[in-house]
C-alpha cells in the first residue's frame, strides 16, 4: 500500500507562487498532481517518471515545475505567475504496478 502526504497549499494572491509537495511511504517511479475545481472534473497537471522526464498540462506549461528529491522519496510542484483559475483542490498521486494511488489534497486558493 502507498502513502502519499500533500502540504503547501494555501492563499495566495494573483501572480504569486507556491510550491507543493508530496511525500510518499516509498520509492516510486511515476508520480504526479491533478487539480479539480468546484463543480468541475479533476484534470491533469503535471507528471514526472524516473528524474527527469516530465509532462504539463497546456494551461500550466512554462509556470508550473515539477521535481523530486529521490532521497526523500518527495516530488514537488513549483507553481509561478497563479491564476485565479489555478484555484482548485490539488491531489498528488503515484502510479505503481498499474495501481494509482491519491492522497487526501490541498486546498489552494488564488485571490486578491
Known amino acids: 500500500q502507498v502513502q502519499l502526504v500533500e502540504s503547501g497549499g494555501g492563499l495566495v494572491q494573483p501572480g504569486g507562487s507556491l510550491r507543493l509537495s508530496c511525500a510518499a511511504s516509498?520509492?516510486?517511479?511515476?508520480m504526479g498532481w491533478y487539480r479539480q475545481a468546484p463543480g468541475k472534473q479533476r484534470e491533469f497537471v503535471a507528471r514526472?517518471?524516473?528524474?527527469?522526464?516530465?509532462d504539463y498540462a497546456d494551461s500550466v506549461r512554462g509556470r508550473f515545475a515539477i521535481s523530486r528529491d529521490n532521497a526523500k522519496n518527495t516530488v514537488y510542484l513549483q507553481m509561478n505567475s497563479l491564476k485565479p483559475e489555478d484555484t482548485a483542490v490539488y491531489y498528488c498521486?503515484?502510479?505503481?504496478?498499474?495501481?494509482?494511488?491519491w492522497g487526501q489534497g490541498t486546498q489552494v486558493t488564488v485571490s486578491s
Open positions: 498521486y503515484a502510479r505503481l504496478f498499474a495501481a494509482n494511488y
Open positions: 516509498g520509492s516510486i517511479h511515476a
Open positions: 514526472i517518471t524516473g528524474s527527469i522526464t516530465t
